[in-house]
């Protein structure tokens, strides 16, 4: 069974830092990329930040230049470094590992989520 489980998540003043992890253990198979969602309270979940394997980024407008994301292939593991937090970067995180197959198409594997919170 494949199983994503994020870590690093908590209670942070605003302009803080918080580095989450996600770490993969089981057989995944046609990666295209791995990345971070979020989801706030009443809000829908959105895109944080994706990565390749081959090293490529792109990340939400509203991140871009305060969070970073990064890999460790070789410890099955993804990293979002998060700086300059806001309050309205509170919400769920979310890990996720998208795969594309040649015959079954795209799938997705998640993690169960860490909470992160900015006060004021």
């Known amino acids: 069974q494949v199983q994503l489980v994020e870590s690093g998540g908590g209670l942070v003043q605003a302009g803080g830092s918080l580095r989450l992890s996600c770490v993969a253990s089981?057989?995944?198979?046609?990666?295209?990329?791995m990345g971070w969602y979020r989801q706030a309270p009443g809000k829908q979940r959105e895109l944080v930040a994706t990565?390749?394997?081959?090293?490529?980024?792109n990340y939400a407008d509203s991140v871009k230049g305060r969070f970073t994301i990064s890999r460790d292939n070789a410890k099955n593991m993804v990293y979002l470094q998060m700086n300059s937090l806001k309050p309205e970067d509170t919400a769920v995180y979310y890990c996720?590992?998208?795969?594309?197959?040649?015959?079954?198409?795209?799938?997705?594997?998640w993690g169960q989520g860490t909470q992160v919170t900015v006060s004021s």
């Open positions: 996720n590992v998208h795969c594309i197959a040649p015959i079954a198409g795209a799938y997705d594997y």
């Open positions: 089981g057989s995944i198979f046609n990666i295209d990329h």
């Open positions: 990565i390749t394997s081959g090293g490529t980024t």
